[in-house]
C-alpha cells in the first residue's frame, strides 16, 4: 500500500464521517398532519420560511459537493495503483 493510497483512505474516512453528520442534521421533511394542527407548529411566519430554506440549501449544497469529492476520491485510490504498475 502506498502513502498516496494511505492518505486517501483517511481523508476518505473524514469525509465519509461530515457526510453523514451532515445528513442526521437535515430537518426531515415533515407532511401536513392533523398532529401539526393541533398541537401548533406551524412555520407560517416571514424568518421562519426563510431561514429554514437557506439552512436546507446549504446543508444540500455541502452534502452535494462532498459526495462529489468523496466519489473522485474513491476512484482515484483505486486507480492509482491501476497506473502505477
Not at 51 to 79: P, Q, W
Amino acid at each position: 500500500m502506498s502513502g498516496l493510497e494511505i492518505v486517501g483512505g483517511i481523508v476518505l474516512l473524514v469525509i465519509c464521517a461530515l457526510v453523514i453528520i451532515i445528513c442526521l442534521s437535515q430537518e426531515q421533511k415533515s407532511q401536513d398532519s392533523m398532529s401539526a394542527a393541533l398541537t401548533g407548529a406551524s412555520t407560517d411566519s416571514f424568518y421562519g420560511k426563510n431561514e429554514g430554506r437557506t439552512k436546507e440549501a446549504i446543508l444540500n449544497k455541502i452534502t452535494r459537493a462532498l459526495g462529489i469529492i468523496m466519489f473522485i476520491i474513491v476512484l482515484a485510490i483505486n486507480l492509482v495503483p491501476i497506473l502505477s504498475k
